[in-house]
């Protein structure tokens, strides 16, 4: 799998964050500390559902 972290990462190392790694009908999920550690697999549409859902909670006024 090919695994990123968010552009919005913690400073040094970058280690902060979460990374991601897509796969065809699953978003895996791990720990960027504790890579070896379990992942969570969730389906893409519930992904894209929870990533909309901090988006909107995230802007002003909403």
Do not use: Q
């Not at 913690?10 to 979460?18: A, D, I, K, L, P």
């Not at 890579?35 to 002003?60: I, M």
Request: aromatic content about 6%; proline content about 6%.
């Amino acid at each position: 799998m090919n695994w990123r972290k968010s552009t919005y990462s913690g400073g040094g190392e970058g280690n902060t964050c979460v990374e991601i790694a897509e796969a065809v009908t699953h978003i895996a999920i791990r720990d960027s500390k504790a890579p070896a550690r379990a992942t969570l697999s969730v389906p893409v549409p519930s992904f894209v559902a929870f990533v909309e859902g901090v988006k909107r909670r995230s802007r002003p006024g909403a």
